[in-house]
């Protein structure tokens, strides 16, 4: 194990080793997508959620937005953008407007 600048328990040590591995493969595989995103026309965040919904079939816009981690702030201008491109269609809920 390579040591770190930090002086700490040996279980910490790892813990931020763990971590910073674990980010720098993340950021590896977004760096590798996203040119592929890219030429499809789609955004990260849009994928996430064409992924949620073909997995876990229709989902009100809050549930996808905890479904792909994501606050739900702009989750409404992502599934606009998607609805717009016929990716996916929105249905009203006939008991809940909001939904």
């Known amino acids: 194990m390579t040591r770190s600048r930090y002086d700490g328990p040996a279980r910490e040590i790892?813990?931020?080793?763990?971590y910073v591995k674990l980010m720098r493969a993340s950021n590896a595989v977004q760096a590798r997508l996203e040119p592929r995103f890219r030429a499809i026309g789609l955004t990260e965040r849009q994928f996430g959620v064409l992924e949620a919904l073909l997995h876990l079939g229709p989902l009100c816009q809050r549930e996808l937005a905890v479904k792909v981690l994501k606050s739900a702030g702009n989750m409404t201008t992502v599934v606009d953008n998607l609805q717009r491109r016929g990716l996916v269609e929105r249905t009203r809920d006939a008991e809940d407007r909001r939904v």
């Open 14 to 18: 790892r813990a931020l080793d763990t």
